[in-house]
C-alpha cells in the first residue's frame, strides 16, 4: 500500500482513538504470567475512561489479568494502528458496576453474568496510547503517557 495521506497532528490522532474506542466491539488483548505469552480477542465497552472486557477467571488471559493487573490491548488493522498499554482491575460479576456490564451486553449481545461465576470482569484503565497509520506517522505516535493524554 502506497502512502499518499499527510500524516495526522496529535489533535486528529486522539479524536480517531476515541472513535475507534466507541465504535469498535473486538480487540486484541495480550497478557503474560511471567512464562508463556497469551493473545486473544475479546469483546470490549469503553465507557470513556476505561475498556471493560469479560472472560472466564479460570482462563490464561482470565488469570493473568487478574494475578498481573497489566495487559497491552491492540486493534486489528495493521494500516491503523492503535496499542493500549494499562492496569487492570479485576470484578465477580456480583462486583461489576450495573452501567458497565448493562452497557457491554447492550453492545455485544451477550451479559457474562447470565452465564454464571466462572466469568470475571476486568476494567482496563489505560496508561498509554499510541496510533499511527503507516511510517510517515511514527513520529507523535505518543498520545498518552502515565495514564494522562499529553495532546
Known amino acids: 500500500m502506497k502512502i499518499t495521506a499527510a500524516p495526522r497532528g496529535p ?29 486473544v480477542a475479546l469483546w470490549f465497552v469503553w465507557d470513556g475512561e ?18 498481573g493487573g497489566r495487559t497491552r490491548l491492540a486493534f486489528g488493522d495493521t494500516w491503523d494502528v492503535v496499542l493500549v498499554d494499562g492496569e487492570a482491575k479485576t470484578f465477580t460479576s456480583r462486583e461489576v458496576p450495573d452501567a458497565a456490564a448493562g452497557a ?10 447470565e ?22 506517522e511514527l513520529k507523535g505516535r505518543h498520545l498518552m503517557r502515565d495514564g494522562a493524554w499529553i495532546v
Do not use: M
Open 104 to 113: 457491554f451486553a447492550a453492545k455485544t449481545g451477550w451479559d457474562p453474568r
Open 11 to 39: 489533535e486528529r490522532r486522539k479524536r480517531d482513538v476515541l472513535a475507534r474506542l466507541e465504535r469498535e466491539s473486538d480487540i486484541w488483548v495480550a497478557t503474560a504470567d511471567g512464562g508463556l505469552p497469551c493473545l
Open 50 to 67: 476505561c475498556l471493560w472486557l469479560s472472560t472466564r477467571l479460570t482462563n490464561p488471559t482470565g488469570r493473568n489479568l487478574s494475578g
Open 115 to 136: 452465564d454464571g461465576p466462572a466469568y470475571g470482569w476486568f476494567r482496563i484503565r489505560p496508561q498509554a496510547v499510541q496510533a499511527w497509520r503507516g511510517a510517515h
